[in-house]
DNA sequence: TATTGTTATACTCTATAACTATA
DNA sequence: TATAGTTATAGAGTATAACAATA
């Protein structure tokens, strides 16, 4: 409702080009109001962290997704696939191709409950259990460490309660 | 390596159940070490946070992506395609249909530049200004509003200042 | 030869409906 | 009737190759 469709009087000579604003293309494009917007810079950064554990866990080819399923299934024995989705997130028609690929792998197990034979009790396999154990090796003394020296160990504890915050009351 | 296939001794007659593992359904599942996962926290946080984008600045059906596109655009006049995209990390290719649907809605347009006949410059109409003054209100006086209650203005600002940290330099 | 915008395409994530077998 | 796991499917988001127009 400011400027209406551009009644600005054509300039002279020089600048009579089309759409010729007279940009330093060398100059870097502003982000101005973005980088004081949570959300956008919470995305930014989700998605080097992400990155950045993708790099570590590298060698034991786990994604952020599959490693927080071993260790949910780690700390939670004789839970079903519900369950376990639920807690994640993850819908449960997406969590079996996620839990095909583990179980492809033998890092896990469905195994039919006796209580209740519609639903798997999941468990982790030695080789998860062992796998688990590397990944977590690698995500403290890599991933995790990295983050530690860039934030302090004070920055870190601070930055998690903050969004643990945000996760579970925003 | 710790313990092999379940050579373990059937236990007797109340539990010769296949997995009966005595779990207490109604408690919940433990997250443990993933709530000190920044990644994962991380990753919660955001996506509630755009959630939250998404339902404030819902009568003005602006995704968080179309809004930073506005929002980059009133602040860089005069640049073309490839320069938003980029600062934005939307790859070409993809940054195609988003702007087509920005085009298609009258909030912005494609001007061919003079000075150089394959690029398309990007500018707001008066109707994407509009728009766009409306969805800053929204978010200001809705979406960061709730996060400064959540989180306090200070820890908004420590919030912010230790996420670009990770976006800029990890 | 290189670059801009574009198309086509593919792969991952996410979301919903509906089936089966059990309860 | 309802629930657990599953299939099929559709939509976003993201990634790469290649083409036409232009430099």
Do not use: W
């Not at 554990?53 to 696939?81: K, M």
């Not at 977590?136 to 643990?164: C, F, I, Q, S, Y």
């Amino acid at each position: 409702m400011a400027d209406s469709a551009k009644p600005v009087s054509r300039p002279h000579r020089e600048s009579r080009k089309e759409a010729a604003v007279a940009v330093d293309e060398t100059q870097a494009v502003q982000l101005g109001e973005l980088s004081d917007l949570l959300g956008y810079v919470l995305k930014r950064a989700q998605l080097k962290v992400f990155e950045d554990f993708l790099r570590c866990v590298a060698p034991l080819q786990l994604t952020p997704a599959q490693f927080s399923v071993l260790l949910l299934l780690d700390g939670n024995p004789g839970r079903n696939q519900t369950e376990i989705a639920n807690t994640l997130g993850i819908l449960r028609p997406n969590f079996v191709s996620l839990l095909d690929s583990l179980e492809s792998r033998d890092l896990c197990s469905r195994v039919r409950s006796a209580n209740d034979r519609r639903s798997h009790i999941l468990m982790l396999t030695d080789k998860g259990r062992s796998v688990l154990a590397r990944a977590k090796k690698l995500v403290v003394t890599k991933h995790e460490a990295r983050l530690n020296e860039l934030l302090g160990p004070d920055g870190r504890e601070t930055l998690l309660a903050m969004l643990t915050k945000i996760a579970e009351d925003f």
